[in-house]
């Protein structure tokens, strides 16, 4: 990674991420691809947006359609007509979260299907062949992802493994010879001595990158930030630093000027789908919440009353056609006769906020605001 | 209406119809915007695929967001962002096939919403306001429509009735000022002479256009082409002929041949949203259904396994961007995980169908091959 600026008042820094599908300008915000289609909109308009790269999730594709039809339609890429980056989880993490029934042995994860209750078993070197099948640009190691609420001894026992299984990706990932990078998990829960233990650990292999992982997994936000604070400058300073999950734009703000320069959320696509729309405020506006200098936002509810006679814009400065032309009155109504247009324009109002905020950070980090 | 030119070979014509949101080529087929919106697509989309007119159901809308809500959005055209004629049905049909509760008095119907049991009184007065404040460029007179396999009493009183509302509806009309054109509706079921009082009673009004109610509501198709080849030719023949809620592409040819400009019909946006696909085809295809000429079509349905490994285009002849860009495979996967994407493309590739094969057959009346 090229870092372009280091900032004077923060950690915070801008630089940029080359990959086989083109670089990306670093910090950013990738979107969530789950099964290989953000939610409701078209790559066409997640161009249009100005999405730089996507993240897809091993564990989803991996289960349907398999990561064998991907391979055979040319790729991830190709299969969903995305000629951009693309990162994908180890799926590690839904294995823990979405199977009915998960037990970690010294090999991998047996696990069951949450969709049909087939029996899976995923261990490092198959989560790096279904990464290699699917070709995306970035994949990550397969790590265990504690609860947030986890205590010391569990989290210790899941660092490592995290450890031992990142040994095995590593290995697998090095016998190829494929144009992908591989980035390394730091675990530890809040705990700071795990947190370095991890680090040395991780860090003592050469991934392409390094990510914290088990953090924003249900932990309070305090402890969150205070070990984010603690961690996060001591992450290489050549090699990205992705902080998976995070989340909400305070928080990306927050990372970010501890030196994080990747995320990924499903806050913008999910909440879409329940109405939520985020948008940029005066940092006077009622309910605002601030990010630096003027910047602030707030989010509302598109099917509250207060809408239904709203005939302004959904957003008059949108770079997006169709978020400056139909109104949030006719919004309220889509979401309230449940068409499925609405979720389109709210996930394509959420995305270009979230994807501009990243744009709005990187300017202040280079005029030196942030 | 204008008349452009008549077939030689059948009762077909092709010509321009005159509306206050410009003229539209016949004969013509209008996607459904059933609550002010088409499904899944956004008016951009409607602009790309040629569609020139679509129509919005006045029952659907009265009972949300109301008309007096859109009204004060500046109309239909303003509230839904469609700079392009519409037209609205009167909201007799789905007083009957929707509401839990219907009762035809003489004033009008006394009904329940379906949505949450309200009741309400619709009569021919209040079905042109309502359609007066949503201010489409086509409304359509209040009538009863009884169901296909109504026997000859049924459907002489719903005749009797149609034209008493009709008279009222025309008068109301007269008394506006406004730019709207309104169609009085022709009922009669499967019945001649009964078609042929109808015809007599609302061709007395001076109406801008006439259409056929009551057919393919459930009645035999060979019933339907027969009644249909009866009364069509007796149709003033300077005036729009309007076949509602038909149908299938073969029916709309066997329509146009009896010399019907205008169509409407759910099944192109609703098949979409099972999965079932319509393409051309050669007409030796297996299970190609002939239209005219050398020009033929079948259905599919996306999910089936064959298309699970078909990396081919959804329709590589489209204009639409998309559906060159995506596969079968793909899309097939969309509609296994229920992506919302699935059904904006499904829908996009239908509508493209049937309003291309609408392009067709001018052309085939215009060069005399139909």
Known sequence: MEIIKKSKKSQA????????????????????????????????????????????????????????????????????????????????????????????????????????????????????????????????????????????????EACATTFDWAKRCYKTWKKSKKNQQLFGIIQGGIYKKLRDQSLKQITSLDFSGFALGGLAVGEDRKDMYKILQYIAPKLLENKPRYLMGLGRPEEIVFAIKQGIDMFDCVIPTREARHGRLYQFCSTKQKGAIK??????????????????LDYSSINKNSEIKLLRQYSKSYLHHLFKTQEGLGLRLATLNNLEFYLTLMKQIQKAIKNGSL
């Open 13 to 156: 820094r801008i630089g940029k991420l080359i990959t086989g599908h083109g670089f990306i300008n670093t910090p950013f915000f990738m979107p969530i691809a789950t099964k290989a289609a953000v939610k409701n909109i078209s790559v066409c308009e997640l161009d249009k947006l100005g999405a730089e790269i996507i993240l897809a999730n091993t564990y989803h594709l991996y289960l349907q359609p398999g990561e064998k039809l991907i391979k055979k339609a040319g790729g991830l890429h190709k299969f969903m007509n995305w000629s951009g980056p693309i990162l994908t989880d180890s799926g590690g993490y839904q294995v823990f979260s979405l199977s009915k029934i998960n037990k970690i042995k010294a090999d991998g994860v047996e696990f069951q299907s949450h969709l049909d209750g087939s029996r899976h078993f995923l261990t490092p070197e198959k989560s790096i062949q279904i990464q290699q099948d699917l070709g995306s640009d970035i994949m990550m190691a397969f790590d265990v992802c504690p609860a947030g609420d986890a205590k010391q001894k569990i989290v210790a």
């Open 291 to 308: 990010l630096f200098g003027n910047l602030a936002y707030r989010t509302s509810i598109i099917k509250n009353e207060k809408n239904k």
